[in-house]
């Protein structure tokens, strides 16, 4: 693994912040209440007067040091509701295996709907919703708790009960929302995916988990245009047998097809219908994630009720410092991890601005247009939209009223230095710039926002709360000023309590443990500097991760290779200097094909459809056949890191290779590139 640490360089360190919060802002800030209350109750240091970044320090290791009492205290600094009491915070610390909360019962829908019981907010708006086309259309706290409750009562009637799955393929709508929150008060599984994908990458990923009911629009509205659906649906469900009911929802105004059942005949209970909230252990299973190797199936990540409800009023309370009043906003679909963050906005109770459509319609201005019609406080988007906003040269913050914003947070990639100069210039000067980076599997952000500390350009402000963020070399020697590995050496309460078909967690321990035993090796290049601030080189693995959306190479291989003219393929996702992502695919041809404009539009037809069009290839380029381990296995990795500049000897270890030769191609490639 040293070739990993040949291409990524030590971030140059900015002398001064980009933006400082003002003294108002820090005394303001959840978490500065957090902590003085901490301190008082629970033994955390108290904040340092008149030093924010000494204060977060202070409490940062405090929240590593004492696991138990940061958990305890912030259970009772958001009052979270146990029905059932806990023997203890953390029952061991190993990893994997650590358990959060034993004998705790609880239940997730009812702390997101809590704010629903407050008669004073009851007709405020719980959520916004928006599309291409509309205005802002409100679902207030009083009916979005009416519709759970008739939804949930529905499910149990269709025998949907704790520990069944419960699948949804739909955009990112209020039904959506609904069928979550539903499904978790009966203590059943969400699992979703984005109409944008394919039959058979929703297969790959509904099939894992066996679903009992199916959610199910007849289309969407993308870039000004409609997208039939209801084929796909078909599929769905002539390929899903464990499927008991399936719920037609009509985006398109399409009838209900035969044998489903009708979404508002679901959800027309009365207005007293409240939900009953099954009470479910601590760490029983609340959604199934999905997040791609390099080799097989996705990985099919379960979270559980309790641990993604702390971790979620953590980030979203204490780090996003979002609560009654602000309006919670980001640009995400249904088939990425930032739509369940997004909806745990809820939790603190925030007002969740939901937005179907694409992110550039009809022009680069359409998010912010959305910010500014929603009134939106805490605005989140992918560092890649940012980067395009820049270069279509738009002005929002002249153009539009973003007054009511007071973050402007990315994810999905790093964001590059322009990036942030960009949001400081055409955006605010006056703001707070919260580039976070986590991942699928644990539903949340190893480092990011902080409302109290500067912010550096090119830089995520600090690692999060209860955190052991570090830089490890090969060795697993921590590193400061140097680029590693990020691990985290302590267990946190959204780690996945296992992957689905894993019994014996053989794929999960392989997945984060192999490589430094007991501590969890997430796959990204960090440098953690001297201040405590992050910087996130990009995937130190072959996972492909576009607009933050990751996928295995696995499934393009499996839907290219069908074509009869491609013998063998090979993806590699490339972060690139500038803050772009270059996705060529590499072709080798069956005999007597051509790789010719028609094959070309064939292959990309093929991953748009089969699969989704965030992932058709940026080049599609011929080669004289693919290079393998001698056990036959693809080589992304070396092939990665000579496309990023990396010299063939330190990218590989020749003598592992089955043609050396084959390779010299890609490190030929990358010096014509670079000039």
């Known amino acids: 693994m040293t070739a990993a640490h040949s291409t990524p360089q030590p971030h140059p360190v900015s002398p001064e912040p980009l933006w400082r919060p003002g003294p108002d802002r820090v005394a303001g800030a959840r978490i500065t209440r957090f902590q003085a209350w901490a301190a008082e109750h ?170 009992a009911v199916l959610f199910t629009v007849d289309g969407y509205r993308y870039g000004g245009k409609e997208h039939d659906r209801r084929e796909t649906v078909a599929e769905l469900r002539r390929e899903l047998p464990s499927l008991r009911a399936v719920v037609h929802i009509p985006l398109l105004g399409t009838p209900a097809p035969d044998g489903t059942l009708e979404w508002s005949a679901l959800t027309s209970a009365p207005a007293d219908s409240a939900p009953v909230f099954e009470q479910v252990p601590f760490d029983h299973p609340l959604w199934v994630l999905y997040s791609s190797g390099t080799t097989g199936l996705p990985k099919a990540i379960v979270q559980s009720q309790g641990g993604i409800l702390l971790e979620h009023l953590k980030q979203l309370g204490l780090h996003c410092d979002t609560g009654p009043g602000d309006r919670f906003f980001w640009y995400t679909s249904t088939g990425w991890m930032m739509w369940n963050f997004l909806i745990s906005g809820l939790l603190t109770g925030s007002t969740v601005v939901t937005y179907d459509g694409s992110p550039g319609h009809p022009d680069m201005n359409a998010q912010w247009q959305v910010a500014s019609r929603t009134g939106t406080t805490f605005f989140g988007t992918s560092a890649a939209y940012v980067m395009a906003c820049r270069k279509a040269d738009i002005h929002p913050g002249r153009d539009l009223d973003l007054s009511r914003v007071k973050c402007v947070a990315t994810t999905g990639s790093p964001l590059p230095p322009d ?77 996945p309590i296992r992957f689905w078909n894993d019994p014996d967690g053989t794929r999960y321990r392989e997945s984060y443990f192999e490589m430094f035993p007991g501590v969890w090796r997430h796959g990204d290049w960090i440098t953690l500097t001297g201040r405590n601030t992050v910087v996130i080189h990009g995937r130190s693995d072959s996972t492909l991760n576009r607009q933050g959306v990751r996928m295995g190479s696995a499934d393009i291989y499996e839907a290219v290779e069908r074509l009869p003219e491609i013998r063998e393929s090979l993806v590699i996702g490339v972060e690139q200097a500038d803050g772009g992502y270059w996705m060529p695919l590499f072709v080798h041809l069956a005999p007597g094909a051509e790789l010719d404009d028609t094959l070309r539009d064939r292959i990309r037809r093929t991953i748009r459809e089969g699969l989704s069009p965030r992932h058709v290839p940026d080049e599609i380029i011929e080669i004289a056949g693919v290079p393998h381990t001698l056990t036959g296995k693809r080589l992304e990795v070396p092939v990665k890191r000579l496309l990023q500049g990396a010299r063939l000897d330190k990218a590989v270890n020749p003598g592992s290779v089955d043609d050396v030769e084959l390779l010299r191609f890609y490190e030929r490639l990358a010096q014509d590139r670079a000039g």
């Open 419 to 495: 990036g942030f100069r960009w949001i400081h210039d055409e955006v605010s000067e006056d703001m707070w710039i919260a580039s976070v980076s986590g991942g699928t599997d644990v539903c949340s952000c190893f480092a990011g926002a902080v409302p109290t500390l500067p912010v550096h350009t090119g830089e995520l402000q600090a690692p999060s709360l209860a955190t052991d963020l570090q830089s490890w070399d090969p060795q697993g020697k921590p590193l400061t000023d140097e680029v590693g590995e990020l691990v985290v050496t302590r267990p946190l309460p959204s780690m």
């Open 42 to 211: 629970h033994g955390a240091p108290a904040a340092v007067p008149g030093d924010p970044e000494a204060s977060y320090a202070a409490l940062h290791r405090w929240s590593v040091e004492e696991l138990a009492s940061f958990w305890q205290a912030l259970t009772e600094w958001f009052d979270v509701r146990f029905s059932a009491p806990y023997e203890t915070v953390l029952a061991g610390s190993s990893m994997p295996g650590a358990e959060w909360f034993p004998g705790a019962k609880l239940n997730y829908a009812e702390h997101a709907l809590r704010t629903a019981e407050d008669p004073a907010r009851v007709d405020d708006p719980a959520l916004l919703h928006v599309d291409e086309e509309h205005e802002p259309s409100p679902v207030t706290w009083g009916e979005l708790r009416r519709q759970v409750g008739s939804l949930s009562a529905e499910l149990r009637r269709l025998g949907v009960r704790p520990g069944d799955r419960v699948s949804g393929y739909l955009p990112n709508v209020p039904q959506a929302v609904v069928a979550l929150l539903a499904t978790a008060a009966v203590g059943a599984v969400w699992t979703s995916c984005a109409p944008d994908f394919g039959a058979r990458s929703v297969l790959d990923r509904f099939q894992q988990v066996e679903p």
